[in-house]
């Protein structure tokens, strides 16, 4: 079983939709939840992060962790073309960032 | 402009033949990390290293080496690459501290015939 799951898509969603993204994890000892987001032929760029347990948002997206359940999610409000991107989350395991195997998705006009 | 460069951005090779990517940063970040990025898999952790000197093995170091002399400079080492070392590599840095944003660079496309 791997660390981090996450469904790999392709998600294809209307312009304006509320798109949920989400992952679950193994290891109760994460603390530390991100969501990177990665356009295509570029590098990913940290979009949000959360700590611990609870929910945190900034704009259209916000993040919530919850830790009973070792699931996290990710919701985009509003969901533009612009949004078209991979979305990877990932956990600090220590000294090591977990990465899942990411979320492509594809907002229609 | 804050960035993590490499060099180069598109590589192809043959079996055998030694190759290094190179990775600097100028954010001064004590964390460096190299990563490679295949379709299902996901990014998968090569090396980390938490400051000068100080390396350390990710998931899956099989077939690569690091060095960190120098607090900007980290370089990927492939001393024999074979083809299953084919992929997408990434480069990234950030201040030391399990919650610390990690930087990445544009990526490196290596083929290895």
């Known amino acids: 079983q791997k660390e981090v799951e996450q469904d790999p898509g392709p998600l294809s969603v209307p312009e304006g939709a509320i798109v949920s993204l989400n992952c679950t994890y193994s290891?109760?000892?994460?603390?530390?939840f991100m969501w990177y987001r990665q356009y295509s032929r570029k590098g990913p760029e940290l979009l949000m992060y959360?700590?611990?347990?609870g929910n945190k948002e900034d704009g259209r997206f916000t993040a919530q962790v919850d830790k009973s359940s070792k699931y996290i999610s990710l919701f985009i409000r509003d969901s533009q073309p612009s949004d078209s991107a991979t979305y990877l989350c990932?956990?600090?395991?220590?000294?090591?960032?977990?990465f899942g195997t990411g979320t492509r998705l594809q907002v229609f006009p | 402009e804050a960035q993590v460069t490499q060099n180069p951005r598109y590589l192809i090779t043959v079996t055998g033949k030694k190759l290094t990517v190179t990775c600097s940063q100028n954010?001064?970040?004590?964390?460096m990390s190299w990563y490679r990025q295949d379709p299902g898999l996901g990014l998968r952790q090569i090396y980390y290293?938490?400051?000068?000197?100080?390396?350390d093995k990710g998931d899956v170091p099989e077939g690569y080496k690091v060095s960190r002399k120098e607090k900007r400079n980290f370089p990927l080492i492939l001393e024999s690459p074979s083809p299953n070392q084919t992929s997408l590599y990434f480069c990234?840095?950030?201040?030391?501290?399990?919650?610390?944003?990690?930087?990445f660079g544009p990526g490196t496309r290596l083929t290895v015939l």
């Open positions: 990234a840095s950030g201040f030391s501290g399990g919650y610390n944003e990690q930087f």
């Open positions: 290891n109760s000892a994460f603390q530390y």
């Open positions: 959360t700590y611990s347990s």
């Open positions: 954010m001064n970040h004590e964390y």
């Open positions: 290293s938490m400051n000068v000197e100080v390396t």
């Open positions: 990932a956990m600090w395991d220590t000294d090591k960032l977990i």
